[in-house]
């Protein structure tokens, strides 16, 4: 059974601050990195897809990858109440199980005013 | 473009009863998945479909969950009988291949009295 481990949560962080979650895999083949948000009640939506070593930005949001240290972050700058949410590490697997999904159990996050 | 529809949003049963649920992927994406998900855990892959063919199921507890995806487009996934554990949120979502994005629709809740 793959891994995909996030830091517990949850996360409380101020209006305008930095939010820093954390997530690490087991399978070291892997190639497909993805953030999904999931409102309360709601079902995940893609905020970030990385592929690559590095970072990359998209708005308020910067994804980093680490492949040789198994490894993938997402920072959420000037953090709003409307990004209150859990937000799930998702890592495709290339070994036996070709091509699954993996998703961690996610961090919730809350943004207070 | 339209997105994953799903159906029927809630549906409350007795154990021991069927139930079934639809889902009709986005146009053109070939792999389509059927996730489950507990309250404070991530999603968990039942079945993934490439096309018509499904590709990864070994997750799926085949003595009373069966699924199919006539066509390579619209799936349904069948439990019979239900027992009260599998009362939790039904995730389909589909991509357009295994390596890309899901897109997730809005899940069914199900709750099994």
């Known amino acids: 059974q793959k891994e995909v481990e996030q830091n517990s949560g949850p996360l409380s962080v101020p209006e305008g601050a930095i939010a820093s979650l954390n997530c690490t895999y087991s399978d070291r083949g892997s190639q497909s990195f993805f953030w999904y948000r999931q409102y309360s009640g709601k079902s995940p939506e893609l905020i970030m897809s990385?592929?690559?070593?590095g970072d990359k930005e998209d708005g308020r949001f910067t994804a980093q990858l680490n492949k040789a240290s198994q490894y993938v972050s997402l920072l959420i700058r000037d953090s709003q109440p409307s990004d209150s949410a859990t937000y799930l590490c998702a890592v495709v697997d290339r070994g036996s199980t070709l091509g699954r999904l993996y998703f961690g159990r996610g961090t919730q996050l809350t943004v207070w005013p | 473009e339209a997105g994953v529809v799903q159906s029927p949003r809630y549906k409350i049963i007795e154990k021991k009863q069927p139930v079934a649920f639809w889902c009709n992927p986005i146009?053109?994406?070939?792999?389509l998945y059927w996730y489950l998900q507990n309250l404070g855990q991530g999603p968990e892959l039942l079945i993934r479909y490439e096309n018509e063919e499904a590709v990864d199921d070994s997750q799926l507890p085949k003595d009373r969950f069966s699924a199919e995806r006539l066509k390579g487009v619209d799936s349904t996934l069948k439990i019979q009988p239900a027992e009260l554990g599998d009362s939790a949120v039904y995730l389909c979502a589909s991509s357009f291949d295994r390596e890309s994005p899901l897109h997730f629709g809005n899940g069914t809740r199900l709750t099994v009295t």
């Open positions: 990385i592929y690559s070593n």
């Open positions: 146009s053109g994406h070939n792999t």
